[in-house]
């Protein structure tokens, strides 16, 4: 999987070689107000409280492919998939694979809580299903997620190691400049956009039409989903893997104002691969790939062992 994710990783980055002035020094700079800084400083404070959650990404401790019949959980070294001791007890349970579906079989040893109520035996539906839940196994949560033809269990452990390393995110100071408007051009129809992901699949995923904007004088696209009254974005920039993280960053824009979009760079951010091994997360479109860099918003974290090896050398 490791080998997976650096190649996919040095593919992407090809398109980013080169050095590029510095756009910042180009662009008129101006104080941010007071309700800028509030607002961004609640953000990230929000952020933070995300990624540290039960079910947040520096929760994750481990993504198994479900390969074969059974697959089995616990803190013994026999399992198949093996959780800490202070999580669990040596035996968990068992996935239980047949056909297309998935079920939990609870050891009488462990507590296993679904919507609130024991349960000794559980269908699970994937990600992709519409009734998508969580199982509290112990003191771990999991589910069954779906990615190609391939089911993965993810597990979250509140009591992670990772949290304990976790440093904070290194951020741009915040810029107004960076905060643009943007036109949306919708397409005359959503299209289905082949996306790969750090795993090396790739899938169709529905984009509603491009947002227009100017950056520094010159005329800049980016091809968005569909996020209710915002819309969602990734991209790749010339700071990827030199001050932000190297498969670029995600981006929900403000909300909308008919084909008015506001898009606040400043609250650009990493990947769930920027904080744990367990993720599988998309790669940017190439015309998402913009040809300058985009200092603001969310820095890599340079040097922190739990962030990915092949992107924070």
């Not at 700079?29 to 007071?34: H, V």
């Not at 390393?165 to 943007?182: D, E, K, L, M, S």
């Not at 289905?192 to 790739?202: A, K, M, Q, S, Y």
Request: with cysteine; hydrophobic share 35%.
């Amino acid at each position: 999987m490791d080998e997976m994710i650096a190649f996919a990783l040095s593919t992407l980055v090809l398109g980013f070689q080169g050095t590029a002035a510095p756009l910042t020094a180009e662009l008129t700079q101006a104080a941010p107000s007071k309700a800028q800084l509030t607002d961004w400083q609640r953000w990230k404070s929000q952020r933070i409280e995300s990624l540290k959650a039960p079910t947040g990404w520096l929760s994750v401790s481990a993504l198994h492919k479900i390969s074969k019949g059974y697959t089995t959980l616990g803190a013994s070294k026999e399992s198949d998939l093996q959780l800490r001791p202070e999580s669990v007890g040596a035996k968990a349970g068992t996935i239980i694979r047949s056909g297309g579906k998935f079920t939990f079989q609870a050891h009488p040893s462990t507590t296993t809580i679904l919507d609130g109520e024991a349960v000794d035996q559980v269908l699970l539906s994937d990600d992709a299903s519409p009734i998508f839940r969580l199982l509290q196994v112990g003191e771990v949560t999991l589910t069954v997620i779906k990615r190609g033809k391939d089911r993965y269990v993810r597990v979250w452990d509140p009591g992670n190691e990772r949290k304990k390393t976790f440093p904070g995110i290194p951020t741009f100071p915040y810029q107004p400049n960076w905060r643009v408007t943007g036109k949306l051009v919708r397409f005359a129809k959503p299209k289905d956009i082949p996306v790969t992901n750090v795993l090396g699949i790739t899938e169709p995923t529905t984009h509603i039409g491009k947002v227009i904007f100017s950056v520094g004088g010159k005329s800049y696209s980016l091809t968005v989903q569909d996020g209710g009254d915002r819309v969602s974005l990734l991209f790749g920039d010339r700071s990827n893997r030199i001050s932000t993280y190297g498969s670029g960053r995600f981006l929900v824009s403000e909300a909308l104002q008919g084909d008015k979009v506001i898009l606040d760079f400043n609250k650009a951010y990493s990947p769930p691969c920027a904080f744990t091994d367990f993720a599988t997360c998309p790669l940017p479109i190439a015309e998402n790939k913009l040809p300058i860099p985009v200092e603001a918003g969310e820095k890599r974290i340079k040097g922190w062992k739990g962030a990915h090896e092949s992107n924070n050398p």
